[in-house]
């Protein structure tokens, strides 16, 4: 079933594939590190653009392939279909996207992921009516059924990764010719023969023409296009518009610390205000030694990182999510916990929900009723002061002096 396919339609399919990948796992690439609505925000964005690349590549390659005359499409089962694949590529995203998922849980999203893959298709292929009766080569579906069972590995694989430019689109670019051979290795398989005799060929409800479905796929090719193209803007939070203006607005500026003078040494060691505390607060028991290193969960088991790796801590849940810089990984402590264990000294509990290590602050500005700051490394993240720490975190900072008596 492969004669006969028009290369330029088969070429787009392969693109289209390509760039829904990419754009998928770029907003994936920045779920880690974002505030639980933002997460939601760009989980369903990249369960969106990865269903829409699938759905868009199969009909693109239907379009590409030699039907007979007067084939139409029914409109029920290519809603379906989509439907299909937009569900279990959200529904696996989501798997993964908790905490660090384990092996079997990466494994039950990819099997999940590519069975809804090939259903999607094969629902896609029972759309079709025409003059015709279709078959399957059994080894053909089994084949790109696993095929799909691989590539969705592969996407899920990628989506874990810490991902950097090159590696985001080697990776897209291996995706969208998995998808692509999945695809073209069960119209491989598809066999249309000539209906029985005495049989008439009828269309059982509403169907849509070859033209209709080019019109629709073409949008779907703007919209994909124009989500890969927003993909490459680069994201705003790490661009800093710095002035003397707002410098000299200080506290409703954005200041940069390591433009700031350091704080007169003597001052701060002699100053209450700039002594660092205890993040227990009064009346508390003296905290034991500080941890050197806090556990964070992983694929295969359990890792430790060096505290002094660690720029935030983020209360999720009864546990909490570690940024060391480049990705979020989740903790067994809860953020009590989390707090008791880190040297306050290095440490502040900026927020009930968040603890920052104020030796990667990196800026820190107004912003409504409290403050955020932003932390250094490859991935720079920002984090929310509350109202009632903002004073802290400043004379921390050396932003608070003492006046001369």
Known sequence: MLEGHDPYLVALSVVIAILGGYTGFGLTARIRGT??????????????????????MHFVGMLAAPLPAGTVYLVLPTIVSFLICALVVGISLFFVSVGEPPVFRVLSSAVLLGVGIASMHYVGMHGLSGNFAMTHDGAMVVLSVLIAIATAYGGLRAFLARQGGVQLALSAVA????????????MAGMHLVPPSQGSHPHVEGLAASSQ?????????????????????????????????????????????????????????????????????????????????????????GTHFIDSADVRSV?????????????????????????????????????????IVAMAHVTLVRKEGDGAIVELDGPSPHRVPVSRAKIAEVKARLGLVRRHAS
């Open 175 to 186: 995706y969208g010719f998995a998808v692509s051979g999945m695809h073209y290795t069960a």
């Open 212 to 300: 209709m479905l080019s019109l629709v796929v073409a949008l779907l090719c703007f919209v994909i296009a124009a989500g890969f193209l927003l993909s490459l803007v680069p994201d705003p939070r790490k661009k800093v518009a710095e002035t003397t203006d707002t410098v000299a607005a200080i506290p409703q500026a954005t200041v940069r610390v390591a433009d700031i003078p350091p704080a007169d040494s003597s001052a701060a060691t002699t100053s209450p205000r700039l002594r660092p505390t205890p993040l227990g607060g009064i009346g508390q028991p003296p905290r034991s030694a500080p941890a050197p290193r806090m556990p964070v969960e992983g694929a295969d």
């Open 35 to 56: 505030p639980d609505a933002s997460h939601r925000l760009l989980l369903a964005g990249a369960a969106f653009f990865l269903a829409i690349g699938i759905w868009t």
């Open 314 to 354: 983020r209360a999720d849940a009864h546990y909490t999510k570690v940024h060391d810089g480049t990705r979020e990984r989740m903790c067994p402590w809860s953020i009590s916990e989390a707090e008791a264990q880190l040297d306050p000294g290095l440490f502040v509990r900026v927020h009930r929900s968040h």
